[in-house]
């Protein structure tokens, strides 16, 4: 009998004989598990969007608040594949909960905080939080995909993207009224999270019992690739998420800029085209992985990395009604990538689902955090407008999607989805 971790990762198509494997029930768990998503990064987005209060509140400067920052992600980041890892050989159905919880406990300690090492402690918290939450959070919903394995990733992180854009927004109108302590009313959204993530850990654990009795037949087939390939497509695929969340970074911390300082807009006219960025970026992740379960992930990711590439040469030069309608192409294009991306590395390396999703979101996530921080100093080196021209050919990066091998496509997505046939 194979152990328990390798049929957790590896059974993906459900058997129509068992009560778990319901077309609903794996719906109302994907449901679940990207509204849980939501709440997880709306309350990881209120630690940046509060820290014009902290800064005043405890007389912080840049510095530290950089560390702040720092002291996140770096937890979060460097977290994520270790702990994918850990679950992948010991499979904790109750992590999700555990890792909400923690972030709870970092809401109360940054309501709280009377000095600026509990701040640090409060946001290490927010990064353990995250850490557990996002590979464990994945292997769930490609547990719940019924073989749509693009769809499920990219229903789940749109919850992400809607949290992210929501937590500015519900902080400067609940927490700036109230101040610090404003922070205790997303206590409710977390203690709801925790409830959600322990119906869908008990649904996890029935799931590893059921997987257990499940025959060879129906699990995932390993990867055939040699090891070279496989680490070779791995590091390309790394340098897509390294030209995809740079551009990004350039657009989600520096565009409301950009629009003010090049075509005069008021600080209203430009929350106005990022809130339709933001728009495009969601609209993109929900687009992406359902095109990929039907004509492949490689064709996703060529056209969503290099396609992209005449749309961001042309922004720098448009003008104002043009940035607009050529930022929404940008944001639908480059955000349909990224589910493509984890669910070819999934496939890349079978039965290690935590790890690859850890290693991928860790990455990610630390991408966007530097790319800020690095154009931030080119912008102040040299201007917001050379920022985009330097950026624009960052999606080129995507010609090393050539290098990638041809793992699966429409085929190979319709034999994971039915029962294997005799003898594979």
Same mark, same amino acid.
């Given at each position: 009998?194979?152990?328990?971790?390798?049929?957790?990762?590896?059974?993906?198509?459900?058997?129509?004989?068992?009560?778990?494997?319901?077309?609903?029930?794996?719906?109302?768990?994907?449901?679940?598990?990207?509204?849980?998503?939501?709440?997880?990064?709306?309350?990881?987005?209120?630690?940046?969007?509060?820290?014009?209060?902290?800064?005043?509140?405890?007389?912080?400067?840049?510095?530290?608040?950089?560390?702040?920052?720092?002291?996140?992600?770096?937890?979060?980041?460097?977290?994520?594949?270790?702990?994918?890892?850990?679950?992948?050989?010991?499979?904790?159905?109750?992590?999700?909960?555990?890792?909400?919880?923690?972030? &709870?406990?970092? $809401?109360? *300690? %940054?309501? =709280?905080?009377?000095? +600026?090492?509990?701040?640090? !402690?409060?946001?290490?918290?927010?990064?353990?939080?995250?850490?557990?939450?996002?590979?464990?959070?994945?292997?769930?919903?490609?547990?719940?995909?019924?073989?749509?394995?693009?769809?499920?990733?990219?229903?789940?992180?749109?919850?992400?993207?809607?949290?992210?854009?929501?937590?500015?927004?519900?902080?400067?109108?609940?927490?700036?009224?109230?101040?610090?302590?404003?922070?205790?009313?997303?206590?409710?959204?977390?203690?709801?999270?925790?409830?959600?993530?322990?119906?869908?850990?008990?649904?996890?654990?029935?799931?590893?019992?059921?997987?257990?009795?499940?025959?060879?037949?129906?699990?995932?087939?390993?990867?055939?690739?040699?090891?070279?390939?496989?680490?070779?497509? &791995?590091?390309? $695929?790394? *340098? %897509?998420? =390294?030209?995809?969340? +740079?551009?990004?970074?350039? !657009?989600?911390?520096?565009?409301?800029?950009?629009?003010?300082?090049?075509?005069?807009?008021?600080?209203?006219?430009?929350?106005?085209?990022?809130?339709?960025?933001?728009?495009?970026?969601?609209?993109?992740?929900?687009?992406?992985?359902?095109?990929?379960?039907?004509?492949?992930?490689?064709?996703?990711?060529?056209?969503?990395?290099?396609?992209?590439?005449?749309?961001?040469?042309?922004?720098?030069?448009?003008?104002?009604?043009?940035?607009?309608?050529?930022?929404?192409?940008?944001?639908?294009?480059?955000?349909?990538?990224?589910?493509?991306?984890?669910?070819?590395?999934?496939?890349?390396?079978?039965?290690?689902?935590?790890?690859?999703?850890?290693?991928?979101?860790?990455?990610?996530?630390?991408?966007?955090?530097?790319?800020?921080?690095?154009?931030?100093?080119?912008?102040?080196?040299?201007?917001?407008?050379?920022?985009?021209?330097?950026?624009?050919?960052?999606?080129?990066?995507?010609?090393?999607?050539?290098?990638?091998?041809?793992?699966?496509?429409?085929?190979?997505?319709?034999?994971?989805?039915?029962?294997?046939?005799?003898?594979?």
């Amino acid at each position: 009998m194979t152990t328990q971790p390798v049929i957790a990762n590896e059974v993906d198509a459900p058997r129509p004989d068992s009560g778990l494997s319901a077309e609903g029930t794996l719906l109302r768990v994907l449901a679940a598990v990207s509204l849980c998503h939501l709440i997880n990064d709306m309350m990881q987005a209120l630690l940046p969007a509060i820290y014009p209060l902290l800064k005043s509140q405890f007389s912080l400067d840049y510095g530290q608040i950089g560390l702040i920052t720092l002291t996140f992600q770096i937890t979060a980041s460097l977290l994520q594949p270790l702990i994918g890892h850990f679950t992948d050989k010991r499979p904790f159905p109750y992590a999700l909960p555990v890792g909400m919880g923690c972030t &709870l406990v970092g $809401l109360g *300690m %940054l309501a =709280f905080a009377p000095t +600026f090492p509990l701040l640090l !402690l409060a946001a290490s918290l927010f990064g353990v939080g995250s850490a557990i939450f996002h590979p464990e959070s994945s292997r769930v919903a490609r547990m719940a995909s019924g073989g749509k394995h693009g769809f499920a990733q990219s229903f789940f992180q749109v919850g992400g993207n809607t949290g992210s854009a929501i937590g500015p927004l519900l902080a400067a109108l609940i927490i700036r009224p109230f101040g610090q302590r404003g922070v205790l009313w997303f206590t409710m959204a977390a203690l709801i999270g925790i409830v959600l993530l322990t119906w869908i850990g008990r649904w996890y654990k029935e799931r590893l019992a059921h997987l257990q009795r499940t025959p060879a037949v129906h699990r995932e087939a390993h990867s055939t690739l040699p090891r070279k390939k496989v680490l070779l497509a &791995l590091g390309v $695929l790394m *340098m %897509l998420v =390294f030209s995809k969340y +740079f551009y990004i970074a350039s !657009l989600t911390s520096y565009y409301t800029f950009y629009l003010i300082s090049r075509f005069s807009v008021s600080v209203a006219g430009a929350q106005l085209h990022l809130f339709l960025l933001f728009g495009a970026i969601a609209a993109g992740t929900l687009i992406g992985g359902p095109v990929g379960d039907r004509l492949g992930r490689k064709v996703v990711i060529w056209w969503s990395i290099l396609g992209v590439l005449p749309f961001t040469l042309l922004l720098p030069y448009a003008n104002l009604f043009w940035t607009s309608v050529l930022s929404v192409f940008i944001g639908v294009i480059i955000a349909s990538a990224f589910s493509a991306i984890l669910v070819y590395a999934q496939e890349l390396v079978p039965g290690r689902i935590g790890m690859i999703s850890g290693l991928f979101f860790g990455f990610a996530f630390g991408m966007g955090g530097i790319g800020a921080a690095v154009l931030g100093v080119l912008a102040d080196k040299t201007s917001i407008v050379y920022v985009y021209h330097v950026c624009a050919y960052l999606p080129a990066i995507g010609l090393l999607t050539g290098l990638l091998p041809d793992i699966g496509g429409k085929a190979a997505g319709k034999r994971r989805v039915g029962v294997a046939a005799p003898g594979k």
